[in-house]
């Protein structure tokens, strides 16, 4: 039967309209079609967001030490958590519409998801109100709001079509940055030469914060380091090891290049270019991780200090391998949008709210455990701490993935390091009583344990014997000292004298004690001397020289320290400017010799102290004529 076009009436005149195919009905309010409408938006608002968070901490460099930091993880990780939060709205969603079915719900999920998107993509910013960025959400979910009342099923079709592509693009992203990290470290390693049969393997372990008068080994009235002590007994300890600088970027980027600050170039925060620094982070300077693999080392970082000891700030030249954000759940959470503002709103609460209990009969007391990384002290999100075991986990696991190479570990153990303890779970030492050195001490403890945990590990795994081990530290704390709390903010002894142990039985001598100044730098050229001779690469003597001759050889060079100017220390420490020399107006520098330390300010008179008869450095030498004449040769050293 042939069907025919029915007339219709238009007041004069008569149309005929062919019928058209009836339009199909997507089921609106299912919970399919809820479902992937949470996926769709969630993947979107994730790439979104995960781009603007990479983009804006570029931008936004100026602020480093105030934001929770992130690597291009992020473009996987920010999806991942997006869906987290937008999947159990779909849930709600889907069970109000069986409660109430008039109402239109899939305009109302749609509104949601919208509202979120918008305000998570504007929040990445970092320079909006919480409540400008809701407005303007409001006012751009409303709008598309409008358009999908009229074109509902316009909407869902997108909606069903869309949200399998993007689950197969979110699966590529993770196996390109996951993978694509893993098989570059894989290529890496095979491109490696052989290394010398006898090459020993190098774990350098950093204790950051960590002043050398608080280690039992050190003269400590407390039993703060037992395991580091029994190091300290069969290697070899120095008395005054000085780090190159009293914080965490410019110490740590001297120990990897060998060179003192002004020759490396990191004595404060840069930006960093969009495409990262590759070869001319650390003024291209050869790193002791390059120069090792050079010999067939396998070289991997370890970092807890998620500021200043991480990849992206440069520090990633000469490492195959390097974990510094914290890649569990709870760490991963908190650094992205959404996770930032659950944290403020939650996870800084006391620890007799519901939400600290809820978290703890979760299981999840660990993300309570606050780093001092992010904006936490000014009332935004602190991070998740990344405890020594996490660090020993990570090194473990590295190690044993190749037994063909010789391997070189750099750790960084951020447990000494404010907030001071350990972590909630760890039992305090009798002395905890709450004061602030007693809560030092405890973290220094805690950290000590786990030093022998990890040497543990690496005995049990079979590499300990041919392992030479560096306990060090990139720089002390003030605790009270010259009125001072923290670091960075001038070079006092307490500031930079630090510990510095070698140990090896069979390579390095036992039970030796080394009084004269050495500086850390020259660590790279310590380890270069024992993986196969004196390499020139670095300026630094090889410790060796002092190890063999423990009285000192002469013209042994001073340990030098500096700090240029900077703001970049606590309010605390900076309300003393204009009472006594501090960075904050101006660069210092410091030299200590066999008997005095001199400091010199950019704009302050110079002091020196006789830190072997005054290592609290309390009294100003420099207005008396010994003091005057040691400050003179001191400087025409220097100038040879």
């Known amino acids: 039967m042939t069907r025919t076009a029915a007339p219709m009436t238009t007041g004069r005149e008569t149309s005929y309209i062919a019928d058209s195919p009836p339009t199909r009905n997507f089921e609106l ?36 030490a105030r934001a929770l930091h992130i690597a291009k993880q992020m473009l996987w990780i920010s999806p991942v958590v997006d869906l987290c939060f937008f999947l159990p709205i779909a849930l709600v969603v889907t069970v109000s519409s069986r409660l109430a079915r008039s109402l239109p719900w899939f305009r109302v999920l749609i509104f949601v998801l919208a509202f979120l998107t918008a305000y998570d993509w504007l929040r990445v910013t970092g320079r909006l109100y919480h409540s400008s960025c809701a407005l303007l959400a409001l006012g751009l979910a409303t709008v598309l709001l409008r358009w999908v009342s009229k074109h509902e099923n316009a909407t869902a079709k997108v909606v069903r079509r869309s949200a399998p592509w993007l689950l197969a693009s979110l699966a590529l992203v993770i196996v390109g940055i996951e993978g694509g990290v893993r098989l570059h470290e894989k290529y890496a390693t095979a491109q490696l030469p052989s290394a010398a049969p006898d090459a020993p393997n190098f774990v350098v372990i950093v204790l950051d914060t960590l002043r050398a008068d608080h280690l039992s080994s050190y003269g400590y009235q407390r039993n703060t380091t037992p395991r ?43 930006q960093i270019p969009w495409l990262g620094w590759r070869d001319k982070a650390l003024n291209g300077l050869p790193t002791i991780g390059e120069e090792l693999q050079k010999r067939g080392y396998r070289t991997g970082a370890f970092s807890a200090n998620s500021v200043y000891f991480t990849s992206n700030v440069g520090m990633g030249r000469g490492f195959l391998h390097f974990e510094d954000y914290f890649e569990n759940v709870g760490d991963a959470f908190v650094r992205s949008q959404f996770g930032r503002d659950f944290s403020q709103r939650y996870m800084n609460r006391s620890k007799k709210s519901a939400f600290t209990r809820a978290f703890h009969a979760l299981g999840l007391g660990r ?58 779970s760890y039992p305090k030492p009798q002395w905890d009583n709450g004061s602030t050195i007693d809560e030092y001490d405890a973290g220094v403890r805690y950290a000590d344990e786990y030093v022998g945990r990890l040497l543990q ?5 079979g590499v300990l014997k041919n392992t030479v081990v560096i306990v060090t530290s990139d720089h002390g704390e003030s605790l009270g000292d010259h009125g001072l709390k923290y670091h960075g903010s001038t070079l006092y002894r307490e500031l930079v004298q630090v510990p510095l142990i070698v140990y090896c039985p069979g390579r390095i001598p036992q039970a030796v004690r080394v009084e004269t100044p050495v500086s850390t730098a020259w660590i790279a050229e310590t380890m270069m001397n024992l993986a196969g001779g004196n390499s020139a690469v670095f300026p630094g003597p090889p410790l060796a020289e002092l190890w063999n001759s423990p009285a000192g050889t002469p013209n042994w060079p001073g340990a030098v320290s500096e700090l240029p100017q900077t703001k970049n220390f606590t309010h605390d420490d900076q309300a003393l400017q204009g009472q006594q020399p501090l960075a904050s107006n101006g660069s210092m520098r410091s030299v200590f010799t066999t008997r005095w330390h001199l400091i010199q300010h950019e704009k302050w008179p110079d002091q020196i102290y006789d830190w072997k008869a005054d290592p609290k450095e309390s009294k100003n030498l420099i207005n008396t004529p010994e003091g005057k004449a040691a400050r003179d040769e001191i400087l025409s050293h220097s100038q040879e």
């Open 228 to 270: 580091i002590d029994k190091l300290a007994q069969h290697g070899v300890l120095f008395e005054n090891a000085i780090a190159s600088s009293s914080w965490s970027l410019p110490s740590h980027a001297s120990l990897l290049t060998g060179r003192p600050v002004h020759e490396h170039g990191w004595g404060n925060m840069r």
């Open 367 to 424: 993300w309570l455990d606050k780093d001092s990384e992010g904006s936490g002290v000014y009332g935004g999100a602190f991070g998740v701490r990344k405890r020594a075991d996490e660090v020993n986990a990570e090194t473990a696991h590295w190690i044993q993935r190749d037994a063909k190479h010789p391997f070189f570990a750099f750790l960084n153990y951020f447990d000494v390091h404010y907030a001071y303890g350990g972590p909630e």
């Open 457 to 461: 590990r690496l005995d049990a795994i």
């Open 29 to 64: 309010n299912s919970p399919g079609t809820f479902l992937l409408a949470a996926v769709s938006f969630g993947i979107m608002a994730g790439f979104g967001e995960g781009a603007g968070l990479l983009a804006f901490q570029h931008i936004n460099w100026a602020g480093w």
